[in-house]
């Protein structure tokens, strides 16, 4: 059976993506770790199905490279509203797509007929560790020292539909994430493994992070990251709230605000780079 798919990416974090509103894939977690593999077939850090929903414009779902579905993603939903406007699967500049965590608002940035650009109301921050979730006998995960690695790290954890932990580092292209990485991910602390940031703060309205993701591992960019590691900054008195911080990624920059209420919004750019067509009977 053929599929065709459209290869997007959010600065970097890149996805495939499927027309799934009249079909939805068989085994999208079979077709989410074949078609990743760099080298040996698309290569991606997952793929993206595009699906109905009966309470929001579009459903999102979204599988990481591993095969394992993700609640959420950033860099992706902004890619998802491109894909159905440029498509002309609507004609709306605000729209609302479902997705694990919720549904989110978004308000698409629209020149020369295309979407350049993508404002995501992320909702709300959560720092309660049963909603994380991340297992503390505490209120709340902020600034805590951890041995992880062989090493101590002081971390602060946060929920952005997806469990994160925000570590400060003084250099974080200095680390070796791929021995790192894997450590925090799965460590007994974070019962459905973690999202983990690491950052330096540049200045009140600028962060600089590297980030490995479960499921994938390390990525040129993660939305929800960005959005995690300003809403541990501003708890942390590190960054302002209300107002707009750039988070510079490998992969580019976002735009991010964190109100006062903990509700955060970001923007970036989405891009098309491709079109294909898979022809499952290719699979080996």
């Not at 079909?23 to 698309?42: N, W």
């Not at 925000?166 to 200095?174: E, I, L, R, S």
Request: charged letters at 25%; proline letters at 5%; hydrophobic letters at 35%.
């Amino acid at each position: 059976m053929k599929y065709p798919f459209t290869k997007m990416h959010g600065i970097g974090n890149d996805y495939i993506y499927f027309n799934c509103l009249q079909r939805e894939l068989d085994d999208p977690s079979g077709m989410a770790r074949y078609l990743s593999r760099r080298h040996f077939s698309v290569g991606a850090d997952g793929i993206v199905m595009i699906c109905p929903s009966d309470k929001a414009d579009a459903r999102m779902r979204m599988f990481n490279a591993d095969g394992s579905e993700g609640k959420m993603c950033g860099n992706a939903i902004r890619c998802v509203g491109k894909y159905l406007y440029d498509n002309g699967l609507t004609d709306k500049t605000q729209l609302t797509i479902d997705t694990l965590s919720g549904v989110k608002r978004l308000q698409l940035d629209v020149r020369g007929g295309r979407v350049r650009s993508v404002r995501v109301d992320m909702g709300t921050a959560e720092f309660e560790p049963s909603k994380i979730p991340v297992t503390c006998a505490c209120d709340i995960v902020k600034d805590m020292p951890v041995n992880i690695a062989g090493s101590e790290w002081r971390i602060t954890c946060v929920s952005m539909g997806n469990p994160h932990a925000v570590v400060y580092v003084d250099d974080p292209d200095a680390l070796e994430l791929d021995r790192l990485g894997p450590q925090f991910e799965n460590h007994p602390m974070f019962p459905q493994r973690v999202n983990t940031e690491f950052v330096r703060v540049e200045d009140p309205h600028t962060l600089r992070m590297r980030v490995w993701e479960r499921g994938s591992g390390e990525t040129y960019a993660c939305g929800t990251g960005a959005c995690a590691c300003v809403a541990a900054s501003a708890l942390n008195g590190l960054c302002p709230y209300d107002e707009p911080v750039t988070v510079r990624l490998r992969g580019g920059e976002l735009q991010i605000v964190c109100t006062r209420d903990r509700r955060v919004f970001m923007s970036g750019p989405a891009a098309r780079a491709y079109e294909g067509v898979f022809d499952d009977e290719d699979r080996d």
